[in-house]
């Protein structure tokens, strides 16, 4: 809206100026989604192949000494809490493999590494240990002090 001098009003700049910003993060959101999100694939060759491949990874790792998980996505303080937990606790690495566009393939092979990995986990510290510390990581309070 216009004043009587012909000048847009604060209610008329503060119109636009929110209906800008919902646009912006609605522009935002469809990249985002468009450009990370993905169709689960389908079950061919392809898909059991890097099931099997995460799963023989997973065993090397254990028959190498080394216990750790796999992480995706965007990181988040309940991820980095739920990392600390698991290394402190049970000398268990996170480790960060994938950023947030993931999937297909990629994703099943990342998935088949932490069932296996988390069954040997479970064996060596008691069933459902690694979902109490995720649980126990996502209503911690933040760590303080430097990162590490």
């Known amino acids: 809206m216009r004043t009587a001098d012909g000048h847009v009003g604060p209610a008329a700049i503060e119109r636009m100026l929110v209906g800008r910003e919902a ?24 898909s059991a192949s890097s099931r099997v491949a995460g799963a023989e990874e ?17 990181a ?30 990629e994703l099943n092979q990342i998935q088949a590494y932490n069932r296996v990995m988390t069954a040997e986990i479970e064996r060596r510290f008691g069933p459902g240990v690694v979902a109490r510390l995720r649980d126990e990581a ?8 430097p990162a590490g």
């Open 76 to 105: 988040t303080p309940q991820r980095s809490a739920f990392g600390r937990v698991l290394r402190e606790r049970l000398g268990v690495h996170l480790r960060e493999v994938a950023g947030c566009c993931v999937g297909g393939d």
């Open 58 to 74: 997973a065993r090397r790792d254990i028959a190498a000494g080394r216990l750790e998980l796999h992480a995706w996505g965007l």
């Open 138 to 145: 996502a209503t911690a309070p933040p760590a303080t002090g």
């Open 23 to 46: 646009m912006i993060l609605v522009v935002a959101g469809v990249i985002w989604v468009a450009g990370c999100a993905t169709e689960p694939s389908a079950v061919d060759e392809s």
